[in-house]
């Protein structure tokens, strides 16, 4: 067993983004014990944004770049790239990820959609897959979808992968959540949900054959509803703090499950990657480029995804 399993390693991003201060600053509020946290960052690097007050392990990463807030460079994409790999390899019990900056990493030639796949090529084993989970205190937003252009979701989405990846969201529920039967509503694609074929034919030909095949395997799931809807209604309820009607709300596509919940908890919002061995949280905006360096940034989110791992 890694040394590092009992223990919530961070790493802080991409090094001219606000995810060193953004670290630093929710190190510095939650006041943690220093046995459980350990940082992978560059010394250079925190020094930049400000000061820790705790002695947790720091794990000193080369960089003999200049931190330059604001710039966008291939070596801080490596850096950060480099920085998620060795945590990876750690097998903490959690990892928690600053902001990263995707045209960074591409810069330096790693070339990933995000983060979530970064941790999936290297945490995955025996055909596990990763997945992205938006969570504010109950209300919380699966994506079919990730970061792919628009045009392509209604190719992407199949009958085999919903079904997928829904039993994963089942399965983090019933052994993360320790919630037995929890109940999914499904995001229909089309506006209306297809209004029986009439704007669009997804729902009919590829929604409902996989809810019927879930069902026969025990899940609670919705007929693919409209999500504008859907979404009213859980914002609602959730401003009001009351019991939303849905575990889980599934989404086809990043911009549909997003919008809504960061409208409403924007800096209460946690990005998890689910389905593999080790859970990863990080807050759910970026690197901010155009605060980077200027000590304003808001640290809530990152609160947030370090809290999450306390529970």
């Known amino acids: 067993m890694s040394k590092y399993a009992n223990k919530i390693v961070i790493t802080t991003g991409d090094p001219n983004g606000i995810g060193a201060e953004v670290t630093i600053k929710a190190l510095n509020l939650l006041n943690l014990p220093s046995k459980d946290i350990v940082i992978i960052s560059n010394k250079k690097i925190l020094n930049t944004y400000g000061s820790i007050k705790n002695d947790y392990e720091i794990i000193d990463l080369d960089y003999s770049d200049k931190v330059e807030p604001g710039e966008i460079s291939s070596g801080s994409g490596d850096f950060a790239y480099r920085a998620l790999k060795l945590a990876c390899e750690l097998r903490p019990r959690f990892i928690v990820t600053a902001p990263t900056s995707k045209e960074a990493m591409n810069l330096a030639g790693h070339n990933y959609k995000g983060q979530t796949e970064i941790l999936e090529k290297f945490l995955a084993r025996e055909g596990q897959r990763a997945e992205m989970l938006f969570v504010s205190r109950d209300f919380r937003v699966l994506l079919l979808t ?25 399965s983090f529920f019933q ?32 929604f409902i054959p996989a809810i019927e095949l879930l069902r026969k395997r025990g899940i609670n799931i919705t007929n693919p509803l409209p999500a504008d809807t859907l979404f009213v209604n859980a914002t609602n309820h959730y401003i009001k703090q009351e019991r939303l009607s849905y ?16 409208s409403i908890a924007s800096d209460k919002t946690v990005n998890m990657t689910i389905g593999l061995d080790v859970i990863r949280t990080s807050p759910s905006h970026g690197t901010a480029f155009d605060i980077a360096g200027k000590n304003i940034a808001n640290p809530d989110s990152m609160i947030e995804a370090i809290k999450y791992c306390l529970y």
């Open 175 to 206: 052994n993360k959540l320790l919630i037995k039967r929890p109940s999914f509503a499904l995001c229909a694609l089309n506006p209306h949900a297809g209004e029986n074929g009439i704007i669009g034919t997804e729902e009919k030909d590829v």
């Open 146 to 170: 990730r970061h792919c252009a628009l045009k392509d979701v209604s190719r992407i989405i199949t009958k085999d992968l919903i079904i997928e990846k829904t039993e994963r969201l089942r």
């Open 247 to 262: 575990d889980c709300y599934i989404a086809c596509y990043h911009d549909q499950g997003l919008i809504p919940i960061k």
